[in-house]
């Protein structure tokens, strides 16, 4: 009986949180030549040539890109190598570690739950987490004993201080502030993804009893906010934060190779996260973190912050959905309302950035950063990951640009130059 309840349950959940079809039905990404979505082949040409560059100086291991416009991929290539020391060839259906980009994904999960009236942006997250009830400013800090102080908060953390990274959360290991470094380790709170043996749960009930950089609302901090809105989501929910994206967003869009925790069949497909060592690539060694966690450890941890993997394709079917309104082969994720309230300035004079604002999931380019050249027209929306993975996508131009690498401790300039070379590439 108790089995049949809960199989009856999992039916009822699913009927529930199915995607609703819509009118508009555009259809899932393709390849077609470039001359058919107004881009010139010839110009798309030069991204090989400084993609390959790129490689022979050693600046990056490898390489995988994609380009698309009007919902037609006109550019899907990989370069070099996944993993230099066994020889492994990189693949265009290859999988990384996408990192910060599981940010969108998660801000896109909570605003379809808002959508639902689960809740209003402005709620106290305290509402939902209790935990965060009881929220302070750092005042002083010991290094002596990690002892600390603090002054209660003049506003409380709210679901859009979350979304936007106003809260005063900070970020642990790799926070700017080396006292918040020292509070979050001490607690045991768990920063960007693990293989350890804890869930999202146990760790947000731990960050939210630690002090805040400043005041809810008063500035933009990168944070861990939303691993807090992937607890969240499984509250409001009442799903397992890693089934409501697969049943909501990855299968009804067909994102087959995204995943918290890659499937066996998937493990051959991860590309390796490489640093260069002597003028060679290596494989990077445990730090604070495993880079095997997609494949390996207890897999419990479902990081809504950075702990996605995925391929180029899957992510530019992602960003598809948002060019599209919310819409892709006739399943509706958002509506277009929806995505105008997640492109718009939300907070303003908290983020030093002439160039953009930060929406509910990206940041996006305004006028100063349209004329400043090279990042896409105004309303363009991007960010990136921890390993060297970057993604824009413009309105305007209904083009996407997907570029995916691995590495730490290195830098390259591959990045910003492929995005100038995407916009010298439109032909119409």
Same mark, same amino acid.
């Given at each position: ?272 996260? &490489?640093?260069?060592? /002597?003028?060679?690539? @290596?494989?990077?060694? +445990?730090? $604070?973190?495993? =880079? ?97 993975? &970057?993604?824009?996508? /413009?309105?305007?131009? @209904?083009?996407?640009? +997907?570029? $995916?690498?691995? =590495? ?21």
């Amino acid at each position: 009986m108790k089995q049949l309840s809960i199989l009856f349950f999992s039916l009822f959940t699913l009927v529930t949180f199915a995607q609703t079809k819509s009118a508009t039905m555009s259809p899932p990404l393709s390849e077609a030549t470039a001359v058919s979505v107004g881009m010139s082949q010839e110009r798309l040409d030069k991204i090989d040539q400084m993609l390959t560059e790129t490689i022979n100086a050693g600046d990056i291991p490898g390489v995988v890109a994609l380009i698309a416009r009007n919902g037609k991929i006109v550019y899907h290539k990989a370069f070099g190598m996944a993993d230099n020391e066994s020889g492994r060839t990189l693949k265009r259906d290859d999988i990384f570690r996408i990192a910060s980009q599981s940010k969108a994904i998660t801000a896109t999960a909570a605003m379809m739950l808002w959508e639902e009236g689960k809740f209003r942006l402005d709620d106290p997250i305290s509402n939902y987490i209790p935990e965060f009830k009881d929220a302070g400013v750092l005042d002083t800090y010991s290094d002596a004993d990690g002892t600390y102080t603090t002054t209660p908060v003049s506003t409380p953390i709210t679901i859009r201080h979350l979304l936007t990274h106003t809260s005063g959360i900070g970020y642990g290991i790799i926070d700017g502030d080396e006292r918040f470094n020292k509070i979050y380790a001490k607690a045991g709170v768990t920063d960007l993804f693990t293989t350890k043996n804890i869930s999202i749960a146990e760790s947000v009930k731990k960050l939210a009893k630690l002090p805040l950089h400043h005041n809810p609302g008063e500035k933009f901090t990168y944070s861990e906010g939303l691993d807090v809105m992937g607890y969240f989501i499984e509250i409001v929910s009442g799903m397992p934060f890693d089934e409501f994206l697969r049943t909501r967003i990855f299968d009804p869009l067909g994102m087959n190779d995204t995943w918290f925790y890659l499937p066996k069949e998937k493990h051959s497909r991860l590309v390796s996260v &490489q640093e260069p060592v /002597d003028g060679k690539w @290596k494989k990077l060694p +445990v730090t $604070f973190y495993d =880079t095997d966690y997609p494949i390996k450890g207890k897999k419990r941890f479902f990081s809504g912050g950075a702990g996605l993997s995925s391929t180029v394709k899957d992510y530019a079917t992602f960003l598809q959905m948002y060019l599209n309104n919310g819409e892709l082969n006739g399943v509706r994720i958002l509506s277009r309302k929806t995505i105008e309230a997640i492109m718009g300035l939300q907070f303003d004079n908290v983020w030093d950035n002439d160039g953009a604002h930060y929406g509910l999931a990206f940041r996006v380019i305004n006028q100063t950063g349209q004329n400043a050249g090279g990042q896409g027209s105004v309303g363009t929306f991007s960010w990136g990951g921890y390993f060297n993975t &970057q993604y824009f996508a /413009d309105p305007q131009e @209904k083009i996407i640009g +997907v570029i $995916f690498k691995q =590495t730490q401790k290195s830098s390259d300039e591959a990045s910003w130059k492929f995005s100038q070379l995407v916009w010298q590439s439109i032909d119409d």
